[in-house]
């Protein structure tokens, strides 16, 4: 089990990393829809995790 110090970082992190594939989404969306749709893929799956460590945060 993870501290409660390690679990913000690693949540930070994750939501730092949704945000950027958000963004280069957003940047090639009209040039290449694939590769936007992959960096969306990559944001979604990277705050799902953050998710799941919010709620293991609220049970300690």
Do not use: G, H, N, P
């Not at 963004?23 to 969306?29: D, F, G, I, L, P």
């Not at 936007?36 to 998710?51: G, N, P, T, V």
Request: net charge positive; charged share 35%; proline share 0%.
């Amino acid at each position: 089990m993870k501290t409660i110090q390690e679990l913000k970082t690693r949540i930070k992190e994750l939501s730092q990393q949704a945000v950027e594939f958000s963004r280069k989404a957003s940047e090639v969306c009209l040039s290449d829809r694939q590769q936007a749709k992959y960096f969306r893929q990559q944001a979604r799956e990277a705050s799902k995790r953050a998710q799941v460590l919010i709620q293991e945060l609220k049970c300690q």
